[in-house]
């Protein structure tokens, strides 16, 4: 199907209401922003992702699994002296050495418990507690600026609680819906004109598919675009997995449509490593340097967008600071989160190091929270995206006045 | 009560879709069809194919040695001659060559009982349950075993006693593997003290996994009152639940069958929830788990979940404690609490309360249409494309069970795209004008009645039924 059908489609959908105003979030310099939100699901383990090798408890908390020091074989990759970064992260490292990602560490949400559920929850509703708010705060966030036709996206079948609200957002994910025939797709639009829930869905759908569509007509003409940016993240070809292959692909054709959502939003699982964790090679390893291939493609399909992009990795908790009975980790508390893009004044690890000593550990087994996660999503959305500091306190994340925005997470 | 609507609530909210016909036979006493249900051994699902968990296991073990085997061979080789091919890739595809057909076996044989079903209530019962205690397929071994557990650890029990069927579930092989407590050692158990004699390197001891999930998803509920020790020490009870033929010293017993291995159990008297249990080997943590049943917080956690599946995403609070009320009261008889569902008002106010999900709305298109479960891994097909693949939730919390988690745009996409795959596969040979009402009896909307009936074809009228906005619910 080609593009004009496909707008003509959506345009149908929208009631005639399609296209976008010209709202883009902007920079004071007045350049447009992007932001990507990376849930990772499960409970990422912060001390195997970014080890503290020059913690001196940390090897006998780890053992076996303890990465030696960046510069030994089959060690980290060095970062700032004291803390490594997993192997797998190759990516990460040139973006460090490119002050382009800060890694934060012994960050935690509000949230103490350990369920993966009210973990994410909590992480998701932006408030101290689970189920105490049924929307999230990207959304909030996103309901604070000016109205876009899609403000977000969600790169999946449906959309995940922290893009859930007042906000036109919608989700996307590949389909074969140009095979479908005009007038049958009319015929439902019709149908669904009485049922609130589903007239949005599908307009938002529509609208979706039609971007989708738009970005790939324009991708065919002008091949330049696609192709990879210099640096050593293009030199060799990269191992993403399909799935991720596809979200990154997606996510970033979203992103550089002038029209098109400022902010998208994936979530990974499979972090959740109870037993046979491994080290610089194994379970988890596999699983970062999969996670770390699909950032290397955002960044490349990203192309110039990239300098305006800021991506921020995020998991519900961390693990213990202790390998358990199994080559594992339990649910912990305190854990990692990373920003990176170009839009990121990086090269830094933040971290307020809480050590790793019997009496530092949180419970006995914890590393100790010492950074609110919300501190950190002020900064991001204050700066990055421009929303206010009255609704950052208000609406987006309420009761949280004790976490004081971190400032200068981007470069002004 | 509403009655125009009772037998479109019953065949579509309590079973699993009307087929043509079944709307008429429920006539006037919605709530009658659905008691006699509950009577009667619940069905259990056998053919050739459909091997025990103990045997797949067996296998499995088996064909993890071979590759065990391949690989310090071709470490051996690769030593003497760096290079040289590694034979153990051939060999490793040989486990999920193994499993993936019996995946395929028990996805086309459950799909086909949800299809067929005269007792369609118990049949979703019994995938509330199965998803109530959630193993995922992402998790080796598991592909070749979710489904015997669905058979064996679930529907003999969905008409028990809970507290048999949360026995049943957390003894199953497929939970113990799902959730790790094979591996997990009490670090005092005599396994542990004689590792430290003979100075190994490697520590062994307690993962918390199976008694956390144990705890916080399939009895008190998240907020049910226990602490950060009594997981500790309920996963200390429970070491040594493990599974027979695991290798090594350890292949006492039999293979891929549960086993209580005393050698591996944390010995001594242990304090669960403020009650004391003293150490007798497996009745250990066989007690704590009758205890966890008859707690106040297990009633209510499981009453909200089944509310929320039978009544509303978020139910209302007087019929959460009126079945609470029916487990404890009953000491968990689950027949109790289900007529006790079944009686209550708050169900019968709201025709199509609850969003399918992709497997509803899957399942509920077979039944209405009649459509063929096919051999092979067409049946596998619908459940990807729709992104509820069977079996494979992904986390032990299960699928999520409210709208929102479920309504998205791209989501209905996809539900549209089926439709018109279905629409375009059946064309005239269905009349969708006829099944319209059949299938939607009091909820078909005359939107709905004239699309379909005005449609340009055959394929199309299909599809305009299918998404239909009063077929997306339930």
Same mark, same amino acid.
């Given at each position: 199907?080609?593009?004009?059908?496909?707008?003509?489609?959506?345009?149908?959908?929208?009631?005639?209401?399609?296209?976008?105003?010209?709202?883009?979030?902007?920079?004071?310099?007045?350049?447009?922003?992007?932001?990507?939100?990376?849930?990772?699901?499960?409970?990422?383990?912060?001390?195997?992702?970014?080890?503290?090798?020059?913690?001196?408890?940390?090897?006998?908390? &780890?053992?076996?699994?303890?990465?030696?020091?960046?510069?030994?074989?089959?060690?980290?990759?060095?970062?700032?002296?004291?803390?490594?970064?997993?192997?797998?992260?190759?990516?990460?490292?040139?973006?460090?050495?490119?002050?382009?990602?800060?890694?934060?560490?012994?960050?935690?949400?509000?949230?103490?418990?350990?369920?993966?559920?009210?973990?994410?929850?909590?992480?998701?509703?932006?408030?101290?507690?689970?189920?105490?708010?049924?929307?999230?705060?990207?959304?909030?966030?996103?309901?604070?600026?000016?109205?876009? &036709?899609?403000?977000?996206?969600?790169?999946?079948?449906?959309?995940?609680?922290?893009?859930?609200?007042?906000?036109?957002? +919608?989700?996307?994910?590949?389909?074969?819906?140009?095979?479908?025939?005009?007038? +049958?797709?009319?015929?439902?639009?019709?149908?669904?004109?009485?049922?609130?829930?589903?007239?949005?869905?599908?307009?938002?759908?529509?609208?979706?598919?039609?971007?989708?569509?738009?970005?790939?007509?324009?991708?065919?003409?002008?091949?330049?675009?696609?192709?990879?940016?210099?640096?050593?993240?293009?030199?060799?070809?990269?191992?993403?997995?399909?799935?991720?292959?596809?979200?990154?692909?997606?996510?970033?054709?979203?992103?550089?449509?002038?029209?098109?959502?400022?902010?998208?939003?994936?979530?990974?699982?499979?972090?959740?490593?109870?037993?046979?964790?491994?080290?610089?090679?194994?379970?988890? /390893?596999?699983?970062?340097?999969?996670?770390?291939?699909?950032?290397?493609?955002?960044?490349?399909?990203?192309? $110039?967008?990239?300098?305006?992009?800021?991506?921020?990795?995020?998991?519900?908790?961390?693990?213990?600071?202790?390998?358990?009975?199994?080559?594992?980790?339990?649910?912990?508390?305190?854990?990692?989160?990373?920003?990176?893009?170009?839009?990121?004044?990086?090269?830094?690890?933040?971290?307020?190091?809480?050590?790793?000593?019997?009496?530092?550990?949180?419970?006995?087994?914890?590393?100790?929270?010492?950074?609110?996660?919300?501190?950190?999503?002020?900064?991001?959305?204050?700066?990055?995206?421009?929303?206010?500091?009255?609704?950052?306190?208000?609406?987006?994340?309420?009761?949280?006045?004790?976490?004081?925005?971190?400032?200068?997470?981007?470069?002004? | 009560?509403?009655?125009?609507?009772?037998?479109?609530?019953? /065949?579509?909210?309590?079973?699993?879709?009307?087929?043509?016909?079944?709307?008429?036979? #429920?006539?006037?006493?919605?709530?009658?069809?659905?008691?006699?249900?509950?009577?009667?051994?619940?069905?259990?699902?056998?053919?050739?194919?459909?091997?025990?968990?103990?045997?797949?296991?067996?296998?499995?073990?088996?064909?993890?040695?071979?590759?065990?085997?391949?690989?310090?061979?071709?470490?051996?080789?690769?030593?003497?001659?760096?290079?040289?091919?590694?034979?153990?890739?051939?060999?490793?595809?040989?486990?999920?060559?193994?499993?993936?057909? #019996?995946?395929?076996?028990?996805?086309?044989? &459950?799909?086909?009982?949800?299809?067929?079903?005269?007792?369609?209530?118990?049949?979703?019962?019994?995938?509330?349950?199965?998803?109530?205690?959630?193993?995922?397929?992402?998790?080796?071994?598991?592909?070749?075993?979710?489904?015997?557990?669905?058979?064996?650890?679930?529907?003999?029990?969905?008409?028990?006693?809970?507290?048999?069927?949360?026995?049943?579930?957390?003894?199953?092989?497929?939970?113990?593997?799902?959730?790790?407590?094979?591996?997990?050692?009490?670090?005092?158990?005599?396994?542990?003290?004689?590792?430290?004699?003979?100075?190994?390197?490697?520590?062994?001891? #307690?993962?918390?996994?199976?008694?956390?999930?144990?705890?916080?998803?399939?009895?008190?509920?998240?907020?049910?009152?226990?602490?950060?020790?009594?997981?500790?020490?309920?996963?200390?009870?429970?070491?040594?639940?493990?599974?027979?033929?695991?290798?090594?010293?350890? /292949?006492?017993?039999?293979?891929?069958?549960?086993?209580?291995?005393?050698?591996?159990?944390?010995?001594?008297?242990?304090?669960?929830?403020?009650?004391?249990?003293?150490?007798?080997?497996?009745?250990?943590?066989?007690?704590?788990? %009758?205890?966890?049943? %008859?707690?106040?917080?297990?009633?209510?956690?499981?009453?909200?979940?089944?509310?929320?599946?039978?009544?509303?995403?978020? $139910?209302?609070?007087?019929?959460?404690?009126?079945?609470?009320?029916?487990?404890?009261?009953?000491?968990?008889?689950?027949?109790?609490?289900?007529?006790?569902?079944?009686?209550?008002?708050?169900?019968?106010?709201?025709?199509?309360?609850?969003?399918?999900?992709?497997?509803?709305?899957?399942?509920?298109?077979?039944?209405?249409?009649?459509?063929?479960?096919?051999?092979?891994?067409?049946?596998?097909?619908?459940?990807?494309?729709?992104?509820?693949?069977?079996?494979?939730?992904?986390?032990?919390?299960?699928?999520?069970?409210?709208?929102?988690?479920?309504?998205?745009?791209?989501?209905?996409?996809?539900? #549209?795209?089926?439709?018109?795959?279905?629409?375009?596969?059946?064309?005239?040979?269905?009349?969708?004008?006829?099944?319209?009402?059949?299938?939607?009896?009091?909820?078909?909307?005359?939107?709905?009645?004239?699309?379909?009936?005005?449609?340009?074809?055959?394929?199309?009228?299909?599809?305009?039924?299918?998404?239909?906005?009063?077929?997306?619910?339930?």
């Amino acid at each position: 199907m080609q593009r004009r059908e496909f707008l003509n489609l959506a345009a149908l959908a929208a009631g005639g209401a399609l296209l976008p105003a010209r709202l883009a979030l902007a920079r004071a310099d007045g350049r447009p922003t992007r932001f990507v939100l990376v849930i990772l699901r499960g409970a990422l383990d912060g001390l195997a992702a970014v080890p503290p090798c020059g913690d001196p408890d940390y090897r006998a908390l &780890r053992r076996e699994f303890a990465l030696r020091a960046p510069g030994e074989s089959g060690g980290a990759l060095p970062l700032d002296g004291f803390f490594g970064l997993h192997p797998s992260l190759r990516f990460m490292e040139q973006s460090y050495a490119a002050r382009e990602l800060i890694v934060l560490h012994a960050l935690a949400s509000p949230y103490r418990e350990r369920s993966h559920f009210d973990g994410q929850d909590v992480l998701e509703n932006g408030s101290a507690r689970p189920h105490a708010l049924q929307s999230g705060w990207l959304n909030r966030a996103l309901a604070a600026l000016p109205a876009r &036709r899609e403000a977000g996206v969600a790169l999946g079948q449906n959309v995940p609680l922290v893009m859930r609200g007042p906000a036109a957002v +919608t989700s996307w994910s590949s389909s074969k819906l140009s095979a479908l025939d005009e007038d +049958t797709l009319g015929r439902i639009t019709d149908l669904y004109s009485g049922d609130a829930l589903l007239s949005a869905r599908l307009a938002d759908a529509l609208a979706a598919n039609a971007m989708a569509a738009a970005e790939s007509a324009d991708m065919e003409m002008s091949p330049a675009v696609a192709a990879p940016t210099a640096g050593a993240a293009a030199a060799k070809p990269l191992a993403v997995n399909a799935r991720y292959a596809e979200i990154v692909h997606a996510a970033a054709g979203f992103l550089r449509e002038e029209e098109g959502p400022r902010v998208a939003v994936f979530d990974t699982s499979g972090w959740d490593t109870h037993a046979n964790e491994g080290a610089a090679e194994g379970q988890l /390893a596999g699983r970062l340097a999969a996670l770390d291939a699909a950032l290397a493609t955002l960044r490349q399909e990203l192309g $110039p967008a990239w300098s305006d992009t800021a991506v921020l990795l995020v998991t519900e908790f961390g693990r213990t600071a202790a390998l358990n009975g199994t080559r594992g980790t339990d649910h912990g508390t305190a854990t990692v989160a990373f920003l990176l893009g170009g839009a990121v004044a990086g090269g830094r690890v933040i971290a307020d190091w809480p050590g790793l000593s019997a009496r530092a550990l949180y419970q006995g087994r914890d590393l100790t929270a010492t950074l609110d996660l919300r501190s950190v999503l002020k900064a991001v959305l204050a700066e990055h995206l421009a929303v206010p500091g009255r609704a950052l306190e208000q609406s987006v994340f309420p009761e949280s006045a004790a976490a004081k925005p971190l400032r200068g997470l981007i470069r002004s | 009560m509403q009655e125009p609507f009772a037998s479109a609530i019953a /065949a579509n909210r309590f079973g699993l879709g009307a087929r043509p016909g079944e709307l008429a036979a #429920i006539g006037s006493d919605a709530r009658s069809w659905l008691r006699a249900q509950l009577l009667g051994a619940p069905p259990t699902l056998s053919s050739a194919e459909l091997r025990s968990a103990a045997q797949i296991l067996a296998d499995a073990l088996g064909l993890r040695r071979q590759i065990q085997a391949a690989r310090r061979a071709d470490a051996a080789v690769t030593a003497a001659a760096p290079g040289a091919e590694a034979a153990a890739n051939e060999v490793q595809k040989k486990l999920p060559q193994f499993l993936r057909p #019996i995946y395929v076996a028990e996805v086309t044989a &459950r799909l086909q009982q949800a299809v067929s079903t005269e007792r369609p209530f118990l049949e979703r019962l019994t995938q509330f349950w199965s998803n109530h205690f959630a193993v995922s397929i992402d998790k080796q071994f598991l592909a070749g075993l979710a489904g015997s557990f669905e058979r064996e650890a679930i529907r003999p029990h969905v008409l028990g006693n809970f507290s048999e069927l949360l026995l049943a579930a957390e003894t199953h092989p497929a939970m113990l593997l799902y959730l790790d407590n094979h591996l997990s050692v009490g670090p005092h158990s005599p396994e542990a003290l004689r590792r430290e004699q003979h100075q190994a390197q490697r520590k062994i001891g #307690i993962n918390e996994n199976l008694a956390r999930e144990i705890l916080e998803l399939h009895t008190l509920g998240v907020g049910g009152g226990y602490t950060q020790t009594d997981v500790t020490t309920f996963a200390e009870v429970i070491t040594g639940w493990s599974i027979g033929g695991e290798g090594g010293r350890f /292949a006492a017993a039999d293979p891929g069958r549960f086993i209580f291995r005393a050698e591996l159990h944390e010995p001594g008297t242990k304090v669960v929830l403020s009650r004391r249990y003293r150490d007798d080997g497996f009745g250990q943590g066989a007690a704590v788990l %009758r205890d966890l049943a %008859r707690e106040r917080a297990t009633a209510h956690f499981i009453a909200t979940k089944l509310a929320r599946h039978f009544i509303a995403d978020d $139910p209302p609070r007087a019929a959460v404690e009126r079945l609470a009320e029916a487990f404890a009261h009953s000491g968990g008889d689950l027949p109790t609490v289900y007529r006790a569902l079944i009686d209550a008002r708050e169900v019968w106010v709201q025709p199509l309360a609850k969003y399918k999900t992709p497997a509803d709305y899957i399942v509920s298109s077979y039944r209405g249409l009649g459509l063929p479960v096919e051999a092979g891994r067409a049946p596998l097909a619908p459940f990807e494309l729709l992104g509820q693949r069977t079996w494979q939730p992904g986390s032990p919390a299960g699928w999520p069970d409210r709208s929102a988690d479920w309504d998205g745009a791209s989501a209905l996409i996809k539900r #549209i795209e089926w439709a018109d795959a279905v629409g375009a596969r059946l064309g005239s040979r269905c009349d969708a004008t006829g099944l319209a009402p059949e299938l939607l009896g009091a909820n078909l909307s005359e939107p709905t009645r004239l699309a379909v009936a005005r449609a340009a074809s055959g394929a199309q009228a299909v599809t305009l039924l299918l998404a239909a906005p009063e077929f997306m619910r339930r």
